[in-house]
């Protein structure tokens, strides 16, 4: 998949949960939403990882 298609998928998703779930709920809840919108595009996501500093 190229760049330019995944951002275009990812600000879709993005846009979708926003337009769904709408303003004012914790970023929790949108984090589950996106994650399950990016797994439906078969986009192999993971939550919260850490990475070294």
Known sequence: ME??????IVIG?????HR???PGLLESAYQE???????MHEIDTEK????PI
């Open 48 to 51: 919260e990882i850490s990475l």
């Open 13 to 17: 998703c993005a846009i979708e949960v």
């Open 3 to 8: 760049i330019d298609e995944l951002t275009e």
């Open 33 to 39: 939403c996106l994650l399950y919108e990016l797994r």
């Open 20 to 22: 769904n779930l709408g």
